[in-house]
């Protein structure tokens, strides 16, 4: 019994060992990763015809010179627009794709329309909503939302599509009322899909901000980064490139934390 | 009773649908309610529109734009196919070349604009790098997903039956991860689509997205309505294009395609 216990501590050890050295070498391979990418940027730069494009050193010391006061100023603000647009999307979308996915004389009636207007990209809605908007927030706010909404209804619709009928009739031969069978079953069993739909939205919302700042001119990372292109402050493009995908990622991130949070029994989105 | 078999209620229904949105689109024209006052009608639109798709201008646009988004898109899925092929296939390959690829993800293509245009002479390869990046990631990444979604037992059943490494990417990997690949080329027209509207937006002379943009700037607002249903009518038949061609050859795959 002892050898027997003894050989196993022995294999768990080389095991152990053996997956020690594994993660060294994904440690090492991911570093490579990165050293490649500025690898690539390094000799991209000293190609001939790109002398113009700052490389690495630049774009890293023009981002330590920079007060960070008014940057943060114009990445709030780009975050705000992004949230409000996000959060007006959200709440319109998923009961929008609740009642569409449940009423059958709703998903008659709206399904028509809402498909209708779909495959109208929300950027090509830039000139109207600045026609339509005198306030240059509201003309943003109007485009993240916009963005936000199609993705949102869209999932959701699926999400009460994909429910097993058979839940339902089971609940509702258990006695369960309407309210039940939507707060028990349609609502927990539809949540995923809404989810999927908050994740494509949020990418959506922060291309939308960066598109509508860069044609309004009204403050926001998509302004400070186009503003870099016009004054020929060329390493400050790169800079305003890095805090938009790190605020995309980071809002991201946030979305999968909430996610896993209010649905631990479903690890992946 | 033929009638009736047409005119399901559902139908019926769908149509009251579209009919309401016209109607309330025509309603707040004509009684000027707020901005609608600049807008044209549904009818005026559709003359606008006759009127401008059988212009030279039209051609001239529509072309530009279609010419960027699907150079942009086939380069895309040249690239990014097989890249993502091998970093689903293998491990050593995901570590090395994810992790970079994952900083670039989240930079929308948009904000590539300034950087584009100060990479590249000229408005015209500016356009088409943005449109690659909006549609290189999801290709990338359907063809990933692809490959890993494949059940493990299928490549060491190849393994077993003697199957070198071009025999499991022929045989397994390929087919097992091609529904994903076509999922991902029609997402990624989608957001090449968006991305040339932007790019011709800020940076472009010509295009459907300098038209609606200039059409603006100039107050021909009826021209906006019509170029956003040109966008849209294009856009949508060109992933209807490529759901077609996977509906076709991909039938074996259910409709995962």
Redesign the interface.
């Known amino acids: 019994m002892a050898i027997l216990t003894a050989r196993f501590r022995g294999l768990g050890a080389r095991r152990q060992v053996k997956r020690a050295h594994r993660r060294w070498r994904?440690t090492l391979?991911?570093t490579?990763?990165?050293a490649?990418?500025v690898g690539a940027w390094l000799l991209l730069v000293s190609l001939p015809?790109?002398e113009?494009?700052p490389g690495p050193v630049s774009v890293l010391r023009s981002a330590l010179g920079m007060s960070a006061g008014p940057f943060l100023a114009e990445a709030v603000r780009s975050l705000f627009r992004v949230t409000a647009g996000f959060v007006l999307g959200a709440a319109a979308g998923i009961p929008l794709g609740i009642a569409i996915g449940c009423w059958r004389?709703v998903r008659?009636?709206?399904?028509?329309?809402v498909e209708?207007?779909r495959?109208?990209?929300?950027?090509?809605?830039?000139?109207?909503s600045?026609?339509?908007f005198v306030h240059v927030e509201s003309q943003i706010i109007f485009l993240t939302f916009y963005g936000a909404l199609f993705p949102i209804t869209y999932n959701t619709i699926a999400g009460v599509a994909g429910i097993d009928q058979r839940l339902i009739r089971a609940a509702r031969s258990l006695g369960a009322n309407e309210w039940h069978v939507f707060r028990r079953i349609v609502l927990p069993g539809t949540m995923p899909h809404i989810f999927t739909g908050l994740s494509v939205a949020i990418?959506i919302t922060?291309?939308m901000v960066?598109?509508a700042e860069?044609?309004a001119s009204r403050g926001g990372l998509?302004y400070l980064?186009?503003e870099?292109?016009t004054t020929f402050n060329?390493p400050t493009?790169?800079v305003?490139?890095?805090a938009?995908?790190?605020l995309?990622?980071l809002s991201?991130a946030l979305l999968r934390w909430i996610n896993r949070r209010i649905m631990p029994w479903r690890n992946r989105l | 009773m033929a009638v009736l078999r047409v005119l399901t209620?559902?139908r019926a229904?769908?149509?009251?649908?579209?009919l309401?949105?016209l109607a309330a689109w025509t309603i707040l024209v004509r009684l000027g309610v707020?901005?609608f006052a600049?807008l044209p009608d549904p009818l005026a639109s559709v003359q606008v529109g006759l009127g401008f798709v059988t212009s030279w201008r039209f051609a001239t646009n529509i072309s530009y734009s279609a010419y960027r988004v699907w150079t942009a898109w086939a380069l895309a899925c040249l690239i990014a196919t097989p890249l993502g092929l091998l970093l689903g296939w293998k491990r050593?390959a995901a570590?090395?070349?994810?992790?970079?690829l994952e900083?670039?993800r989240?930079?929308?293509?948009?904000?590539?604009?300034?950087?584009a245009?100060?990479?590249f002479?000229g408005v015209e390869p500016s356009v088409i790098f943005i449109c690659f990046v909006g549609a290189f990631f999801p290709v990338l990444l359907g063809a990933k997903q692809g490959v890993e979604q494949i059940e493990p037992q299928y490549f060491q059943a190849a393994r077993c039956l003697g199957a070198g490494p071009w025999r499991i990417f022929v045989d397994v990997v390929v087919p097992g991860a091609l529904p994903s690949i076509f999922t991902g080329f029609a997402i990624g027209m989608?957001i090449a689509?968006?991305a040339v509207?932007?790019a011709e937006?800020?940076a472009g002379e010509f295009g459907l997205?300098y038209m609606?943009?200039d059409?603006?700037a100039l107050a021909r607002?009826p021209l906006?309505?019509v170029?956003?249903?040109i966008?849209?009518?294009i856009?949508?038949m060109s992933s209807a294009a490529i759901r077609w061609v996977a509906g076709r050859y991909l039938r074996w795959a259910g409709n995962k395609g």
Do not use: C, E, H, N
């Not at chain 2, 989240?106 to 950087?115: G, L």
């Open positions: 994904d391979l991911r490579l990763s990165f490649i990418l015809g790109l113009k494009v004389p008659y009636l709206a399904y028509p329309a209708a207007l495959p109208i990209p929300p950027i090509a809605w830039i000139p109207l600045i026609l339509f990418g922060w291309l960066i598109a860069m044609i998509g980064t186009w870099a292109y060329y493009i790169f305003g490139m890095a938009i995908g790190v995309g990622a991201s | 209620p559902a229904l769908g149509a009251a649908s579209l309401g949105l707020y901005r600049y050593t570590l090395v070349g994810f992790p970079a900083v670039l989240p930079i929308p293509p948009i904000a590539w604009i300034p950087a245009i100060l990479f002479p989608g689509w968006m509207v932007a937006m800020i997205g609606i943009w059409a603006y607002y906006i309505v170029g956003m249903v966008i849209a009518v856009g949508s």
